[in-house]
C-alpha cells in the first residue's frame, strides 16, 4: 500500500460503538413487506439468489425421481411419452439454468464483497433488478409446467424438432422467451461481479492477493459475458422463426439447422465452465483452511482457471462430431478438448500438494465434500478425455454413457463444490454451524447414491442404451442397470432431505458461530457472523495475500488500530449516504470513493416492466414494445435524482469523489455492457456469414440487392452524431454543462436522421423477414442496429434532462462518460452491421 | 473413505463389461470399424484407469499425511519453495505426454474406421421420418422400411437424410458409430457386417415423441442370398385374387390408408403415399411400428386399430373399422409379400 496509508488517526472503543450503530442506520436493508420489494444489499440479494435457486435444485430433483422411475423398468408408464420429454427437458433446463448458475451467483454476490473488504456491489440495483428477472423467468417455466405447457424439446432445443413446424404449441415458447429474459439477470450479475471485484477492492489487495475464489467468479462472470451472448441471439433467431415467420433455421427457405447447433454450443460449452470454475475456486479456499496452510501452487491454479476459461471457447464443436462435419476439423477440436486436460491436472495436484503438506485437524463435512469433489471430478474428466476422441464419440454420442460422464462432472463438479460451500460459509451467512452429524449421514448417503446412480450407467450407455428415451424394450438387457441407476437415485434424494433437516434445525438451534469457525483466513471471516450490515466497521487493509491463508490479519482486522485520515472519513458514512473505496485495477491503490445508491422499488418495477416485453411476446408480438416502454418509464424512475449522490462539496480528505474515465465504476460497467453486445453483433455478423457460404445464390433469385446509397449516409449520420456528443462529454469534463446538453442535442438530432432514413430505406423493401433468410438477416440487423440507437437516444435525452435540471451536477460526468462510450459504440456497430450486409450481397 | 471409492468402482465395472454385448452393445463389434473403436475403449479404459488410480492413491495418501501432521502436532512447513515446480511436472508434464499418445490414437482410429478399405460398390439410402426410417436401394428401385438388408463381407455406403427433423443413424455393431440425418444434407455412413446375423440399429438424436421406440433391424446375409431377396423385391407384390383379400385392398384406399402408404400398384397420386411407409413386403417384415412389436396378424390388426397402444404419439391415426373389415384389411396386407 502506498504513502497514502501513512499518517493516521487512533479511535477509542466509545467511537467505535458509535459509528457501527451510525453505519448500520446507514447500510440497513429497509424494513417491513414493503421493504422486501426495496432491499438492495448484497447480502439479502445473494441469500434469496441462493434459496430461490436451491427451490429450483428440489424441483428438478423431484423430475430427476420421475425420470428415473419411469426408467427402472421397461415399457413402464410412470410418465407418457409427452410428460416424460418434458421432465427431461425442465430438469436440464433448471439445472442448467436455474439452480447452478443463479446459486453460484448468489453466492459471489454474498460472498465477494466480504472477501474483498468492500461493504457493497458496485451496482446494487442492478443486483436486485436480476433477482426479480431470475424470479419471473423460473416461476413462469414452472408455471408453463403446471399448465401441461412445459418446453420439450431438450434442454439444447435443436430446431427443426423445436421450430413451429415440428413444435407448434406454446411448450417451446415458453422456452425460447423465459430462457432468454433469465440469460437478462445471469448477465447483469455478471458485469455488476466483475465491476465490484475490479473496483472495489480493500486498498491492497492487488490481483496477485486475490483469494482464489473471487479470481474464480472474476473469470466466470468474464465467459458470462462473452459467452451468453450466443444464447441470447439463437434463441431470439429461434423465437423470431416461431413466432414471426423468419428462417433462420428452416432449410425450406435458406435457413440452416447447424446455426442453431454452432451458437447453442458456442455458449453451451463455456457453460459448463461457467458452472465449474467457481466450484474450483471454493475448493480452493476450502481445502486450504482445513489443510491448514495456503494453498500449493496458486500462481498456477489462477493461471489454469484463466486458460480453461479461454479454451472452453474453442472446443464447442466436440458436441457435433456427429453432424457429419471433415474429420480434419474434428480432430483439431478433439484436440482442444484434450488441453482441457493439463489445466485441470494442474488444479488437482495443487489441491493434493496442499493436503499433502498440510494438517488436517478434523476432517469436517465441506472437506469431505471437497474431498469427494476431487475424486468425481477425475473420473468425469478421464471419460472426457476418453468422449474428445473423435471415433469413441461416434459410438457413444447421445447414449447414457454421456449422461453417465456429464454427471460426474456436473453433480461431481458443481453441485458437490456447492454443498461444501454451504458447510463451509453458512456458519458466516447465518451466523449458525451446521450438524456435523448430520453432515456425515447427508454426505455418505449422497456420495453413494450417486456412485449406485452413474457409475453403472457407463455400462448402460456402453451396452447402446441412448439418451432421451422414454422407455425400452425387455429384450435389450437395460433393465437390471436400470433399477440399479433408480434404487441410488432415491439414496441421493435421501442425502438431500437430510441437507434440509440439517439447515432447518442449525439454522434455529444450532451453535452460534465465531466469526472464523474453520480459522479461514481470508478477509470474510475477520468480520461478525453474520456481518453487519455494513460489512466491515473500517475499510480493511490488506497487506499480503488472503487467498492462500496469508491475509495479514493484524493489518485486516485491527479495529482501532491506526487508521490513515481518509480511511477513517469514509468509514463514518458522511450524510447518511452508503459509501465505498474505488481502487485501482491492478495494485488496489485508492483512487476515491462512490456513493451507492439505497434502497429503491424500481428495480422491482422494471423487472415487472421487462417482463411484460417478454412473457408478453408470448401471447402478442405487440406486447413487446408496450413493455419496452414500459421499462423506460420505470428505468427513469430508477436513475431519478435522489439527495443521496456525491456531494458537490469538496470531502474535507484526501479522497475524491470525482471518478472520472476509468476509474468510475460506471464506465467500466459500460464497457462490460459494450462487451456483451458487441458479442451479439460479431455473431450476428458471423452467422451472416455463415448462411451465406451455404446458400447457392446471395441474393437468392428473385429477390434484389440492397440499395447502397441511403443505408451508406444514415451510417454517415450516425458516426457524425457522435462527434458533437464527444465534444459535449468534453466540455462537462471542464464544467461547462451547457455545451454538454449543447452536443447531446445535436448528437440526438443526426441520430435521429439515421433512424428516419432508415425507416424510408425499409419501407422500401421488396422483401419482408418471412420471404428468404436472406430477408430474414436483413430485417434482424437493421431492427438490431435501430433498436440501439432508439435506446442510446432515450439515454441521452434521459441524462440531458438529469443534468439539466442540475440535480447532481459534476456527479454525471462518469455517467456522460459512459454515453459516450456507448454511442460510439452503437455508431461502429451499425456500421460493421451494414458493411458486412452490403459485402454480402455483393460478394 | 471416499478415496477409496475408485478403485471397487474399477474393479467392477471391468467385470460387468468382460460380459457384455447385447445386439445394440458398443462391446459386441461386428465388423472391422466397430471393433477398432472397441480397442479404443479398452485402451482408454485402461491407460486412464492406470493413471486415476495413481492419483486417487496419492490423494489417499495425502490425506493420511496430514491428518497424522495433526496429529502428531507437528509445524507448519514454512517452506513452499518448489511447489510450483513439482505441481508443474505433475500436474502438466505426465498428462501431455499421455494425451499426445492417446490423441495420435485416436486421430489413427478415426481416419481408420471413418471409410472402408476398400470402395463400396452398393449405396443404400436411408431417410428418417418420425418415428420411423425409409430404406432405399436406389440402383435396383427398391423402397422400403425399418429392415435394412445388406450383404456379408462388403462395405456398404449408405446415404442419409431427413424427411422432417434431424434424426441420427447408429448401428453399433457394424458401423463407425452415428452420423446424424439432416433435412436438406446428405451424409454418408458406412456398415460392414462380419458374419450373416440380425443387428439392432437405432435413432440417437432426439426426434419426438417416441424417439424412444424408433429402432432399426439390420439383416444382414450372404450376398447371394441378398441377391435374391432384392431381385426377389423388384417385382410388385402379388395381386390380391379371393374376396376377402380384394375387399381389403379396397379398404386400403377407402379408408384412406394409401393417403400415406404406398404400396406399388396401388400407389396413389403423386404426391400422396409418402408419409408412411412403404408396404410393398409388408406380410416378410420381422416386426411392426420399427421394431416395436413382433409383425403377428393380431399385432398388425391392433396396430391398425389403435396404432397409440404400442407407441403413443405416433402420427398414423386410429382407425374404426368393423372387426371383418379389419380382418378383411389384416388378410390383405398380410399377402403383401415378395
Known amino acids: 500500500v502506498s504513502d497514502r496509508v501513512r499518517g493516521a488517526v487512533r479511535l477509542d472503543d466509545e467511537r467505535e460503538r458509535s459509528l457501527g450503530e451510525h453505519l448500520s442506520s446507514v447500510w440497513a436493508p429497509p424494513p417491513g413487506a414493503l421493504g422486501f420489494f426495496t432491499a438492495v444489499n448484497h447480502r439479502v440479494v445473494g441469500l434469496r439468489f441462493m434459496v430461490t435457486a436451491f427451490v429450483f435444485f428440489l424441483l428438478a430433483g423431484l423430475l430427476a425421481v420421475a425420470v428415473r422411475l419411469q426408467l427402472s423398468l421397461p415399457l413402464l408408464d410412470v410418465l407418457s411419452p409427452e410428460a416424460y420429454n418434458q421432465a427431461f427437458t425442465m430438469h436440464g433446463s433448471t439445472m442448467m439454468f436455474l439452480f447452478v448458475i443463479p446459486f453460484l451467483e448468489g453466492l459471489a454476490i454474498y460472498l465477494v464483497p466480504l472477501m474483498i473488504g468492500a461493504r457493497e456491489m458496485a451496482f446494487p440495483r442492478l443486483n436486485a433488478f436480476g433477482y426479480w428477472v431470475f424470479l419471473v423467468a423460473g416461476v413462469g417455466l414452472y408455471v408453463a409446467y403446471l399448465s401441461g405447457h412445459a418446453p ?84 431470439t433467431m429461434l423465437g423470431l422463426d416461431r413466432m414471426m415467420g423468419t428462417h433462420f433455421f428452416n432449410v425450406a427457405a435458406g435457413g440452416d439447422p447447424f446455426l442453431w447447433q454452432h451458437l447453442f454450443w458456442f455458449f453451451g460449452h463455456p457453460d459448463v465452465y461457467i458452472l465449474l470454475l467457481p466450484g474450483i475456486g471454493a475448493i480452493s479456499m476450502i481445502i486450504p483452511t482445513f489443510a491448514r496452510r495456503p494453498l500449493a501452487g496458486y500462481t498456477l491454479v489462477v493461471a489454469s482457471m484463466v486458460i480453461l476459461g479461454m479454451l472452453s471457447f474453442g472446443v464447442w464443436v466436440h458436441h457435433m462430431y456427429t453432424v457429419g462435419l471433415a474429420l480434419v476439423g474434428l480432430n483439431f477440436f478433439a484436440a482442444a478438448s484434450m488441453l482441457i486436460t493439463i489445466p485441470s491436472s494442474i488444479q488437482i495436484i495443487a489441491w493434493i500438494t496442499t493436503i499433502w503438506k498440510g494438517r488436517i485437524e478434523v476432517m469436517t463435512t465441506a472437506m469431505l465434500f471437497a474431498l469427494a469433489f476431487i475424486v468425481l471430478f477425475i473420473l468425469g474428466g478421464i471419460t472426457g478425455i476418453m468422449i474428445a476422441a473423435v471415433p469413441f464419440n461416434w459410438q457413444v454420442h447421445d447414449t447414457h454413457f454421456i449422461v453417465a460422464h456429464f454427471h460426474y462432472t456436473m453433480v461431481g463438479g458443481t453441485i458437490f463444490p456447492i454443498f461444501a460451500a454451504i458447510y463451509y460459509w453458512f456458519p458466516k451467512m447465518t451466523g449458525r454451524v451446521l450438524d456435523e452429524r448430520l453432515g456425515r449421514w447427508h454426505f455418505w448417503l449422497f456420495l453413494v447414491g450417486f456412485n449406485v446412480t452413474f457409475l453403472l450407467m457407463h455400462v448402460t450407455g456402453l451396452e447402446g442404451m441412448p439418451r432421451r428415451t422414454y422407455t425400452y424394450l425387455p429384450d435389450l438387457g437395460w433393465s437390471a442397470l436400470n433399477m440399479i441407476s433408480t434404487v441410488g437415485t432415491f439414496i441421493m434424494g435421501a442425502g438431500v432431505f437430510v441437507l434440509l433437516w440439517n439447515v432447518w434445525w442449525s439454522w434455529r438451534v444450532g451453535p452460534v458461530a465465531p466469526p472464523s469457525p474453520w480459522h479461514g483466513r481470508t478477509l470474510e471471516w475477520t468480520t461478525t457472523s453474520p456481518p453487519a450490515n455494513y460489512n466491515f466497521l473500517h475499510v480493511p487493509l490488506v497487506g499480503a495475500r488472503g487467498s492462500s491463508g496469508e491475509a495479514d490479519r493484524g493489518d485486516a482486522a485491527d479495529d482501532g488500530g491506526d487508521r490513515p485520515r481518509w480511511l477513517q472519513a469514509l468509514s463514518e458514512g458522511r450524510g447518511g449516504r452508503r459509501e465505498n473505496i474505488v481502487t485501482d485495477v491492478l495494485a488496489a491503490e485508492p483512487e476515491g470513493r462512490v456513493v451507492l445508491p439505497k434502497p429503491s422499488p424500481w428495480p422491482f418495477w422494471t423487472a415487472m416492466a421487462l417482463s411484460i416485453a417478454f412473457v408478453g411476446a408470448l401471447w402478442t408480438p405487440y406486447l413487446v414494445p408496450v413493455g419496452l416502454a414500459l421499462t423506460f418509464v420505470a428505468l427513469v424512475g430508477w436513475h431519478w435524482p435522489s439527495g443521496t449522490g456525491a456531494p458537490d ?11 472520472t474515465g476509468l476509474k468510475a465504476p460506471i464506465v467500466w460497467g459500460v464497457v462490460l455492457l459494450v462487451a456483451i453486445e458487441g458479442t451479439v453483433l460479431a455473431l450476428l455478423v458471423m452467422s451472416a456469414f455463415y448462411l451465406r457460404l451455404g446458400a447457392e445464390a446471395w441474393p437468392p433469385q428473385g429477390m434484389a440487392t440492397p440499395e447502397l446509397a441511403t443505408s451508406t449516409l444514415r451510417q454517415g449520420l450516425l458516426v457524425a452524431s457522435a462527434l458533437p456528443a464527444w465534444m459535449g462529454v468534453r466540455g462537462f469534463l471542464r464544467g461547462d454543462r451547457r455545451r454538454f446538453l449543447l452536443g447531446l442535442a445535436v448528437g440526438l438530432v443526426l441520430a435521429g436522421g439515421y433512424l428516419v432514413l432508415g425507416g424510408f430505406e425499409y419501407t422500401d423493401r421488396a422483401h419482408g423477414w418471412d420471404t428468404h433468410v436472406f430477408g430474414s438477416l436483413d430485417w434482424l440487423m437493421g431492427v438490431y442496429a435501430a433498436f440501439h440507437v432508439v435506446v442510446l437516444m432515450l439515454a441521452a435525452a434521459t441524462l440531458g434532462s438529469f443534468v439539466h435540471r442540475g440535480a447532481r451536477g459534476a456527479g454525471y460526468l462518469p455517467a456522460a462518460q459512459g454515453l459516450l462510450v456507448y454511442w460510439v459504440f452503437v455508431a461502429l456497430g451499425s456500421v460493421l452491421l451494414h458493411g458486412a450486409w452490403h459485402f454480402l450481397a455483393r460478394w | 473413505m471416499s478415496r477409496w471409492l475408485g478403485l471397487p468402482g474399477y474393479a467392477g465395472l471391468g467385470l460387468l463389461l468382460a460380459g457384455c454385448g447385447g445386439q445394440q452393445s458398443i462391446l459386441g463389434a461386428s465388423s472391422p470399424a466397430a471393433s477398432h473403436i472397441e480397442s479404443l475403449w479398452w485402451i482408454s479404459l485402461a491407460s486412464t484407469g492406470v493413471l486415476s488410480t495413481l492419483v486417487f492413491l496419492a490423494l489417499g495418501y495425502a490425506v493420511i499425511q496430514a491428518r497424522r501432521a495433526a496429529m502428531e502436532e507437528r509445524a507448519e512447513d514454512a517452506d513452499h519453495g518448489g511447489e510450483g515446480r513439482v505441481i508443474l511436472i ?125 429402432s432399426l433391424l439390420v439383416i444382414a446375409s450372404p450376398p447371394e442370398e441378398f441377391e435374391a431377396w432384392l431381385e426377389r423385391r423388384t417385382d410388385p407384390p402379388p395381386v390380391p385374387t379371393d374376396v376377402e383379400r380384394r375387399r381389403g385392398l379396397f379398404l386400403f384406399s377407402d379408408r384412406g390408408c394409401d393417403a400415406c402408404h404406398a404400396i406399388a400398384d396401388v400407389a396413389p397420386a403423386e404426391g400422396m403415399g409418402m408419409a408412411g411407409p412403404n408396404l410393398d413386403d409388408l406380410a416378410s417384415r420381422r416386426t411392426l411400428g420399427a421394431l416395436r412389436v413382433e409383425n403377428t396378424p393380431e399385432n398388425l390388426a391392433q396396430w391398425i386399430a389403435n396404432p397409440h397402444d404400442f407407441k403413443p404419439g405416433v402420427r398414423m391415426p ?15 396386407l398380410r399377402g403383401l409379400e415378395p
Open chain 2, 90 to 214: 505433475v500436474g502438466a508434464l505426465i498428462p501431455t505426454v499421455f494425451l499426445v499418445g492417446f490423441l495420435t490414437l485416436a486421430v489413427r482410429t478415426g481416419s481408420v474406421v471413418s471409410a472402408p478399405d476398400e470402395t463400396p460398390e452398393r449405396t443404400i439410402e436411408v431417410i428418417g421420418h418420425m418415428f420411423w426410417w425409409e430404406i432405399r436401394y436406389p440402383d435396383a428401385g427398391v423402397v422400403t422400411a425399418n429392415e435394412l438388408r445388406i450383404p456379408v463381407g462388403e462395405p456398404v455406403a449408405i446415404h442419409v437424410s431427413s424427411a422432417d427433423v434431424i434424426h441420427s443413424f447408429w448401428v453399433p455393431q457394424l458401423g463407425p458409430g452415428k452420423i446424424d440425418m439432416v433435412p436438406g444434407r446428405t451424409n454418408v455412413t458406412w456398415l460392414l457386417a462380419d458374419e450373416p446375423g440380425e443387428y439392432r440399429g437405432q435413432c440417437t438424436e432426439f426426434c419426438g415423441v417416441q424417439h424412444a421406440l424408433m
Open chain 1, 152 to 235: 420439450d424439446a431438450g434442454w439444447y432445443n435443436y430446431p427443426p424438432l423445436s421450430g413451429p413446424g415440428y413444435s407448434p404449441g406454446p411448450n417451446v415458447d415458453f422456452w425460447v422467451v423465459l430462457i432468454t429474459f433469465l440469460e437478462v439477470s445471469a448477465l447483469v450479475a455478471a458485469v455488476e461481479i466483475v465491476v465490484t471485484i475490479l473496483k472495489q477492492r480493500a486498498p491492497g489487495m492487488s490481483l496477485t492477493r486475490m483469494p482464489v475464489f473471487v479470481w474464480a467468479m472474476l473469470i466466470t462472470a468474464l465467459m458470462i459475458v462473452f459467452a451468453m451472448p450466443a444464447l441470447i441471439l439463437t434463441s
Open chain 2, 318 to 332: 386410429a382407425t374404426e373399422l368393423e372387426d371383418e373389415d379389419l380382418e378383411a384389411l389384416v388378410s390383405y
Open chain 1, 649 to 659: 462539496e469538496p470531502a474535507d480528505d484526501e479522497l475524491t469523489d470525482r471518478l
